[in-house]
């Protein structure tokens, strides 16, 4: 009798677990502005979500491209040598997971190592790709940056297999400190648009991204998304996290300078009526690197989940065209392949990992083919100053 519960105690237990992943926390409580009513949290030139009626017409209508099974990565990740002064280092793991390796500070965004981007481990979007880095190689990670709280950005279990084995600081939008400490997450710092904090002698400044945030059909909007602009040593980065495009790339330009690197993402964008204000597709991803006025651009949000209708190619396809007709060189807008590194002095990128083309098969085993002031975990505004 033990050995027949033993099954169903750990299927109820999963599913406990998913619906307390699914409310997303209590959210934000504080003073309103201009994106915060005093409930929840809204873009200040556009809509916040879509409404389920929306979403149905979407999934009714779709007509979704077909992506491969499985794609074997070919690149070999360069991590092992430290930056040299003034050098930073970035590889790009899978999907918007990037490795930033400054001397002396390993950074992590938006972790995700789950087989899956859902509520639940046996359903939704599957990854068609291995990690560019498996999880046991990565260096010690000091600090990880949490763009929002959407399941390909907010992954909670490799945050709590980071938070294990790592004990990194993690910095988040406002709202989500008391849903990561209740599930395991230690050393969570929230941020407001423009505020910023430091860890380990780099500047962190959590800045707007049109987007919104929730894990289920309740609590839309209760934790405030954004994105980062990390300022280490003499350079710049800007970490846009999901967002559609909108006059804020111009805006984190006039307030905190031109980046040196902007990581922008290209893909999850079609169908363009459901997808135009939240996630932005290859060509304004171009426009936003030129309002950064970036000194070079690297893709991100692609080639790992199939979230939406476009084709497992067609970000990259499209980004070349789109720097095509605005007359932006190539080189001004880098695209990776997975476990690729690239290493940035001042304007210039040196690549190593020996890209080459992936190639389609079937997954194994699947039969289809084809330096910081303190404020306690969990605070809810450890704030060194606020940008204006």
Request: aromatic share 8%.
């Amino acid at each position: 009798m033990k050995r027949l519960m033993r099954p169903v105690s750990a299927v109820l237990a999963g599913i406990y677990a998913s619906r307390r992943s699914m409310t997303g926390g209590p959210g934000y409580r504080g003073p309103r502005s201009d994106h915060f009513d005093g409930e929840v949290f809204r873009n200040p030139s556009a809509g916040a979500g879509k409404s389920f009626a929306e979403f149905w017409r979407w999934q009714r209508t779709r007509k979704p491209k077909q992506w491969p099974t499985w794609i074997e990565n070919r690149a070999c990740p360069d991590i092992g040598r430290s930056p040299a002064a003034g050098e930073t280092a970035l590889t790009f793991v899978n999907h918007i997971t990037f490795l930033i390796q400054y001397p002396g500070l390993n950074v992590l965004t938006d972790p995700v190592y789950s087989d899956r981007v859902s509520p639940v481990p046996w359903a939704g979007p599957r990854r068609v790709r291995a990690p560019g880095i498996a999880f046991e190689a990565l260096p010690p990670i000091d600090l990880v940056l949490v763009s929002h709280n959407h399941y390909d950005h907010l992954d909670l279990a490799t945050l709590r297999r980071l938070d294990e084995s790592h004990v990194p600081r993690v910095v988040t939008g406002l709202g989500n400190a008391a849903f990561l400490t209740a599930h395991g997450v230690r050393n969570v710092i929230e941020l407001d648009w423009w505020q910023h904090t430091v860890v380990g002698g780099a500047e962190i400044t959590f800045i707007p991204a049109q987007h919104w945030s929730g894990r289920g059909l309740r609590g839309r909007n209760r934790t405030l998304w954004g994105g980062f602009v990390v300022r280490a040593g003499a350079g710049s980065l800007c970490f846009a996290g999901d967002t559609g495009y909108s006059s804020h790339f111009t805006e984190i330009a006039r307030r905190l300078g031109r980046p040196d690197v902007a990581l922008l993402p290209i893909g999850a964008y079609a169908p363009r009526w459901f997808m135009q204000e939240q996630h932005m597709d290859p060509d304004d991803a171009v426009r936003a690197h030129l309002d950064l006025g970036a000194k070079l651009s690297i893709a991100t949000h692609f080639g790992c989940f199939q979230l939406t209708d476009e084709g497992f190619d067609d970000p990259v396809t499209e980004l070349a065209t789109a720097l095509a007709r605005r007359s932006v060189p190539a080189e001004r807008f880098a695209v990776l392949e997975v476990g690729e590194t690239l290493r940035v002095h001042g304007a210039i990128g040196q690549r190593s990992g020996q890209p080459v083309e992936p190639v389609a098969r079937a997954r194994p085993g699947d039969a289809r083919a084809p330096q910081l002031k303190s404020a306690g975990s969990g605070s809810r505004n450890p704030i060194v100053s606020r940008r204006s």
